[in-house]
T-cell receptor
Framework: DTGVSQDPRHKITKRGQNVTFRCDPI?????LYWYRQTLGQGPEFLTY????????KSRLLSDRFSAERPKGSFSTLEIQRTEQGDSAMYLC????????????FGPGTRLTVT | DQQVKQNSPSLSVQEGRISILNCDYT??????FLWYKKYPAEGPTFLIS?????DKNEDGRFTVFLNKSAKHLSLHIVPSQPGDSAVYFC??????????????FGKGTKLSVKP
């Protein structure tokens, strides 16, 4: 399967702990996006990369959140000092540079902060 | 403030009939619109899109209509099939400044197609 993959699929952590999620995009895609989705809402944009460069960050991405894409392939999203409000589905998507609207999403990582 | 609104949380349709899902937006800078479909435990899947220079785009059973003056778009599915049962998200983007990819999503409409 050559789709977008995310790991882990589920993560339960205690408040105050750090967590890191991984996303592997479709290999030919040079753009990679992170979104957050809470219950009853649509996905909310967090940040995106073009190759290894992080080009845009949402106001939602507080200083406890950091994303990297060091070699322009996979990406990691780290949340430090997790809070209960961080509980959500974290979605990763990828696209071709010239077709940024048509994003291919992974299955998501569901984070539960207790 | 919701810039993309899907005011119907759910819709139930009989198999073979038409499904019409609606979406309104408030930001006149949006110039590209998309529909995504989401099954449980999966990420959203791109379905169909339309540029603001068009008022209709068709792909098989799926047609999206755009009414710029009303800031309204709709997705028509004809005929509806039970496999179409999913949550449908409307999304919008703007090319201003070269930004492509900061999609603004609505809250979604859950479509149920009954056999």
């Amino acid at each position: 399967d050559t789709g977008v993959s995310q790991d882990p699929r589920h993560k339960i952590t205690k408040r105050g702990q750090n967590v890191t999620f991984r996303c592997d995009p479709i290999s030919e895609h040079n753009r990679l996006y992170w979104y957050r989705q809470t219950l009853g809402q649509g996905p909310e944009f967090l940040t995106y990369f073009q190759n290894e460069a992080q080009l845009e960050k949402s106001r939602l991405l507080s200083d406890r959140f950091s994303a990297e894409r060091p070699k322009g392939s996979f990406s990691t999203l780290e949340i430090q000092r997790t809070e209960q409000g961080d509980s959500a589905m974290y979605l990763c998507a990828s696209s071709f540079q010239g077709r940024g609207h048509e994003q291919y999403f992974g299955p998501g990582t569901r984070l539960t902060v207790t | 403030d919701q810039q993309v609104k899907q005011n119907s949380p759910s819709l139930s349709v009989q198999e073979g009939r038409i499904s019409i899902l609606n979406c309104d937006y408030t930001n006149s800078m949006f110039d590209y619109f998309l529909w995504y479909k989401k099954y449980p435990a999966e990420g959203p899947t791109f379905l169909i899109s339309i540029s603001s220079i068009k008022d209709k785009n068709e792909d098989g059973r799926f047609t999206v209509f755009l009414n710029k003056s009303a800031k309204h778009l709709s997705l028509h599915i004809v005929p509806s099939q039970p496999g179409d049962s999913a949550v449908y998200f409307c999304a919008a983007d703007m090319n201003y400044g070269g930004s492509q990819g900061n999609l603004i999503f609505g809250k979604g409409t859950k479509l149920s197609v009954k056999p």
